[in-house]
């Protein structure tokens, strides 16, 4: 139960910094985006075997641009959780983003292999895959466009 509440009340900071950027107001949004990934590193050295706190930590990681770090995050839980579903859909996500489209299908695939549902991500990768088999070589390089939030997978 503690651990809930702690990663319920990190995921309320960064709610609350999310919302203090829109308005503004970066000062706090920095604050709070600190003490949420402070939260979540802690709750991640009590309880290392749960996918759902390193993959809340990529998700911070994430929204505040830092997608290699993310990564980082999820390779790492990798190692150490059973249930490795939700860090092979993010993981696939974040590759895509950062245009590794070959990384990212594999990850899809092992996702999917686990149970997740990747039927938006699939449909991004193929229809990429389609257009970069037409587009000349330089082109290939040019990074994929960000992943709509559509295409987040839940925790709960």
């Avoid at 075997?49 to 995050?73: H, P, Q």
Wanted: aromatic letters at 6%; hydrophobic letters at 40%; a positive charge.
């Amino acid at each position: 139960l503690w651990i809930e509440m702690n990663l319920a009340q990190a995921r309320a900071r960064a709610g609350l910094a999310r919302t203090a950027r829109s308005e503004g107001d970066n000062d706090l949004a920095s604050k709070e985006y600190e003490r949420a990934t402070s939260q979540l590193v802690n709750l991640q050295k009590q309880s290392p075997g749960r996918a759902d706190i390193y993959v809340e930590l990529a998700k911070l990681l994430d929204r505040e641009g830092k997608v290699t770090e993310a990564i980082d995050v999820l390779e790492q839980g990798m190692e150490k959780v059973s249930k490795k579903g939700p860090l092979l859909f993010y993981l696939a996500r974040y590759y895509y983003t950062l245009g590794d489209t070959d990384k990212a299908a594999a990850l899809t695939a092992r996702a999917e292999a686990s149970g997740m549902k990747m039927d938006s991500l699939r449909r991004m990768l193929d229809a990429r895959g389609a257009a970069d088999e037409s587009r000349s070589s330089p082109d290939k390089n040019v990074p994929a466009t960000s992943i709509p939030r559509a295409a987040t997978a839940r925790m709960d």
